[in-house]
């Protein structure tokens, strides 16, 4: 079977991805990917090197949109993609301007404050694992720590566009993202079906940002579709 290659949002690690690892690992190769590098476009070339001839490509968030850049620089080798909470446009101005005092705070030692009351409670739905997961995003935030958040922020203020890399590809493609992403709304979602009609879109009931550990058991099926599909 095509190895699947699993990329992680901003500062979450393959912990993001544990539920579809145990899902499929005993019938595929699956790896996952770190988020390092201060450019999206650096970050997806890292990740080529390392990664199988052929594969199969998930991410999630700064994840897809890492794997959309993937995408673009070398189509022949991915044989399907799947784009969950994500974005394909450029960061607004006003994004990244706010990235930039989160940025000061985390190198002074801020790091969990920052990701505490700034970043997490816009990630998720609420839920009965809501505190749970918290707590598991916090613990990813630690170890990987504030070099990589300074450099994962300096990423996403400098993505590209990649409108034209989704019209271009006409690869079997999943779309996914909870009901209830504050960060990436279903309207985002909606454009980029828009731009890849081929796509199955399907979104995530009682779900936010990370839908893979909010609502694991929905997203794993919508993923196994998407992998068995021709």
Request: hydrophobic letters at 45%; one cysteine or more.
């Amino acid at each position: 079977m095509t190895p699947l290659v699993l990329l992680p949002g901003m500062m979450c690690d393959a912990r993001l991805w544990f539920p579809q690892i145990a899902a499929f690992s005993g019938k595929r190769v699956v790896q996952t990917a770190p988020m390092n590098g201060e450019d999206i476009c650096d970050i997806a070339t890292a990740i080529l090197a390392d990664a199988p001839p052929v594969f199969a490509l998930a991410g999630l968030s700064m994840g897809g949109i890492v794997a959309m850049e993937i995408l673009r620089q070398a189509p022949e080798r991915i044989e399907r993609i799947a784009l969950l909470d994500t974005n394909p446009l450029p960061e607004l101005p006003e994004v990244a301007a706010r990235r930039e005092p989160q940025i000061v705070k985390v190198q002074q030692g801020d790091l969990i404050a920052v990701m505490r009351d700034e970043m997490k409670p816009n990630y998720l739905a609420d839920g009965p694992d809501r505190s749970e997961i918290l707590d598991l995003c916090m613990e990813m935030a630690q170890t990987l720590g504030p070099e990589i958040f300074a450099a994962q922020s300096r990423a996403l203020q400098t993505r590209p566009n990649q409108v034209e890399t989704l019209e271009a590809s006409k690869i079997p493609t999943l779309i996914l993202c909870g009901r209830d992403d504050r960060l990436c709304p279903i309207a985002r979602h909606q454009l980029m079906h828009d731009l890849m009609p081929h796509a199955e879109f399907t979104i995530i009931e009682g779900a936010g940002h990370l839908p893979t550990l909010e609502q694991p058991t929905e997203t794993t099926a919508a993923i196994a579709r998407w992998l068995e599909a021709s």
